[in-house]
């Protein structure tokens, strides 16, 4: 089973900055796909950016320019810096993970979710 723990929320101003973090952790043998996805009230989930084994990224059209995901394979993290935050980004932003257990078994994880509240 692989765990993912999430932190970095909170509440910012418009045009302002926040850096989310993911850690996981557990049976993992092998990550692939390490993405971040929102949800506002209201409002499907969506994908936010993804970013590949390989550093290949995709972001959403609505982030573009603004957002950057990164990752670090050794730590099994990846994080996901904000700048130039809107009132819409306000949303619950959940990290996911897509890999392999050490079991070979594929794994599809989500983090808790953690809120972002843009707002004067």
């Known amino acids: 089973q692989v765990q993912l723990v999430e932190s970095g929320g909170g509440l910012v101003q418009p045009g302002g900055s926040l850096r989310l973090s993911c850690a996981a952790s557990?049976?993992?043998?092998?990550?692939?796909?390490m993405g971040w996805y929102r949800q506002a009230p209201g409002k499907e989930r969506e994908l936010v950016a993804i970013?590949?084994?390989?550093?290949?990224?995709n972001y959403a059209d609505s982030v573009k320019g603004r957002f950057t995901i990164s990752r670090d394979n050794a730590k099994n993290a990846v994080y996901l810096q904000m700048n130039s935050l809107k009132p819409e980004d306000t949303a619950v932003y959940y990290c996911?993970?897509?890999?392999?257990?050490?079991?070979?078994?594929?794994?599809?994880?989500w983090g808790q979710g953690t809120q972002v509240t843009v707002s004067s």
């Open positions: 996911n993970v897509k890999g392999f257990a050490i079991t070979a078994f594929p794994f599809n994880s």
């Open positions: 557990g049976s993992i043998g092998r990550i692939n796909d």
């Open positions: 970013i590949t084994r390989y550093g290949s990224t």
